[in-house]
Each structure stands twice: as structure tokens, then as C-alpha cells.
């Protein structure tokens, strides 16, 4: 069984499209999170959740939006897309993001491609 | 966060142990030292992490230097598999930064038969 899974796994649209992304852990994690990784092969952390609370938010356009309905998912969803969102974007799960040495999981990636 | 630097690039042979060393001389007494992977195409995958001590699990090892400036972590035998970037991180204390994972460039092995 996959532990962190998104869907989809590529994702091609226009710009100025809204999209979601979605992403499921059946780990019992509290704790999800995403990440970006642009065409230079960089990852950077967008947001964080505990338990349906946001804890990290970083440096992000508020046209990507969360949503997190239960601890085992965090969506996120996108608007008005624009071309420099083009990126794969992963997921994570962790067990408690206060611990000493929470270790993250990540999902498989999914490749959106904005036209 | 502490700044981490990797040689972006190093070959090694089938069966042979691959090193790979990795600079952290701005790590703080509570930030960990923790090692991905990401083989092409997949999401990250956790190899190992430490403190003080060096490190050994089913995967890896990982010795770090008494004052804590650098590291290496030591793929045994390495395979066809293991060809992957390798990221070093220092992660911050998560009451500091939420458990922020902050990867670099890493180095690129390639694993040759």
C-alpha cells in the first residue's frame, strides 16, 4: 500500500485555470506538507499542517490555498494558474513536526504543466 | 538555516562503497544532520540522520566529525539502485522553523556496472 499518494500524477492545463492537487497519508501522521520543486531541480517547502492547523507558510503567492479536511489529507488548490507554476509538486507526511527527529515521507510527485 | 555544501557530482562502482561527504560549519548544537535521496522521477526518500554519534541503519551510515562541521554518509555496496541525487540537510530545531526541510543542489552519484 502506497504510504503518501497524490493524485494527479500529471496534471496539464491553461493559464488562468483554477486546479487541486490532492494528497492522501495512511501513515495515522499528524503532521502533512508541501513542496515545490521547480525546473532547477530545487525543492522548497510551501506550507505545512498539523492536525488541520497551518504551521508553516512560507514565501507563497495566495493564489495556492490548502485545504486540509481531516489530518490524513491536505489538498492544494490553485488559481488563476500562470505559467511559472509549471513545477512538480510533492507531498509529505511526518509523525509530529515538534519532534526532535520526525522523520518526512513523501508522495510520488505530481507534474503540472501550465500552457 | 544552516547552509549544507555538497560536490554537485561523483561516479562510483557496482559493489564498491560510495562516499559522500557534505559541509555543515554553521550547524547549531540542536540542528540534525539528515540525508534523502531522490531517485529520478519519485518523491524524496529518507536515508538516515544524526546528531553526534555516527549513524548506521539497513541503508547507511553516517559519521559525523567531533565538532559537528561535516559528514559523510557511506553507502556500503553500492547498486544500480542507489544512482539518485543525494541531499544533505541540517534541519533546524521544529520550534525554530516548523520542520522545515531545506534541500540544496546535492550530489548527483552515478552508480556504474
Known amino acids: 500500500d502506497t504510504a503518501v499518494s497524490q493524485t494527479p500524477k500529471y496534471l496539464v492545463t491553461q493559464m488562468g485555470n483554477d486546479k487541486s492537487i490532492k494528497c492522501e497519508q495512511n501513515?495515522?501522521?499528524?503532521?502533512m506538507y508541501w513542496y515545490k520543486q521547480d525546473s532547477k531541480k530545487f525543492l522548497k517547502i510551501m506550507f505545512s499542517?498539523?492536525?488541520?492547523?497551518?504551521?508553516i507558510n512560507e514565501t507563497v503567492p495566495n493564489r495556492f490555498s490548502p485545504k486540509s479536511p481531516d489530518k490524513a489529507h491536505l489538498n492544494l488548490h490553485i488559481n488563476s494558474l500562470e505559467l511559472g507554476d509549471s513545477a512538480v509538486y510533492f507531498c509529505?507526511?511526518?509523525?509530529?513536526?515538534?519532534?526532535?527527529?520526525?522523520?518526512?515521507?513523501f508522495g510520488p510527485g505530481t507534474r503540472l504543466t501550465v500552457l | 538555516d544552516a547552509k549544507t555544501t555538497q560536490p554537485p557530482s561523483m561516479d562510483c562502482a557496482e559493489g564498491r562503497a560510495a562516499n559522500l561527504p557534505c559541509n555543515h560549519s554553521?550547524?547549531?548544537?540542536?540542528?540534525?544532520v539528515y540525508w534523502y535521496r531522490q531517485i529520478h522521477s519519485q518523491g524524496p526518500q529518507y536515508i538516515i540522520h544524526?546528531?553526534?554519534n555516527n549513524e548506521t541503519n539497513e541503508m547507511a551510515s553516517l559519521i559525523i566529525t567531533e565538532d559537528r562541521k561535516s559528514s559523510t554518509l557511506i553507502l556500503p555496496h553500492a547498486t544500480l539502485r542507489d544512482t539518485a541525487v543525494y541531499y544533505c540537510i541540517v534541519r533546524p530545531h521544529p520550534k525554530a522553523a516548523g520542520n522545515k526541510l531545506t534541500f540544496g543542489g546535492g550530489t548527483r552519484v552515478l552508480v556504474k556496472p
Open positions: 544524526g546528531l553526534k
Open positions: 509529505a507526511s511526518s509523525q509530529d513536526w515538534q519532534g526532535g527527529t520526525d522523520t518526512q515521507y
Open positions: 499542517y498539523n492536525n488541520k492547523e497551518l504551521i
Open positions: 501513515l495515522g501522521h499528524d503532521t
Open positions: 554553521t550547524i547549531s548544537g540542536n540542528e540534525y
